[in-house]
């Protein structure tokens, strides 16, 4: 499978951007979805996931409220709208797909078997 992420760029705090994540060779609409991000210098962390279907989601709590994952099955397509951005969701961010069909919603990366190749957010005070 491969996944195309895109969308990212410079806005200034308190503006939005949607991220979107292409997905392609592989049953996209029966695995669940996820974002992450990672800022230099740290570790890769969660940021939102969603099942196969789109009923679930999860968010982490440090962007719940401000974030929304969504997906578009038709299209093959996941997406990462982001509002209300502060200077510290700076990072690049990366679309991943869980590596099996049963898994509804994951946090961990180690759930994840097939990574976008990510696209820059930075967000100016």
């Known amino acids: 499978v491969q996944l195309q992420a895109s969308g990212g760029g410079l806005v200034q705090a308190g503006g939005s951007l949607r991220l979107s994540c292409a997905a392609s060779g592989r049953t996209f609409s029966s695995y669940a979805m996820g974002w992450f991000r990672q800022a230099p210098g740290k570790e890769r962390e969660f940021v939102a996931a969603i099942s196969w279907s789109g009923g679930v989601t999860y968010y982490a709590d440090s962007v719940k409220g401000r974030f929304t994952i969504s997906r578009d099955n038709a299209k093959n397509t996941v997406y990462l709208q982001m509002n209300s951005l502060k200077p510290e969701d700076t990072a690049v961010y990366y679309c991943?797909?869980?590596?099996?069909?049963?898994?509804?919603?994951?946090?961990?990366?180690?759930?994840?078997?097939?990574w976008g190749q990510g696209t820059q957010v930075t967000v100016s005070s």
């Open positions: 991943a797909a869980a590596l099996s069909h049963s898994t509804v919603v994951a946090r961990r990366t180690s759930e994840y078997g097939y």
